[in-house]
């Protein structure tokens, strides 16, 4: 089995994630998990202007995007 990092989500964040229409929750689930067992998921892109470790995850969807923002320099979590 893979080490995992866990994920740590910010005050409402996750509330709003799980706001996200139709499958998109499930996709960027599924790219969280690739990062918690540090893979890098092909949606994943550095969040230039924040600092570093700073990225985004961006999913494209019916003409909507929707996106979430996670930090790698944190030790034990996403």
Not at 68 to 77: E, G, H, R
Request: without cysteine; glycine residues 8%.
């Amino acid at each position: 089995m893979r080490p995992t990092r866990k994920i740590s989500w910010v005050n409402g964040a996750r509330h709003d994630f799980d706001d996200f229409p139709d499958t998109a929750p499930r996709i960027v689930e599924d790219n969280l998990t690739m990062l918690t067992e540090g893979d890098t998921p092909d949606i994943a892109k550095p969040l230039t202007g924040l600092g570093s470790g700073v990225w985004n995850l961006a999913l494209r969807r019916r003409g909507e995007a929707y996106r979430v923002v996670y930090v790698l320099q944190l030790v034990d979590a996403i």
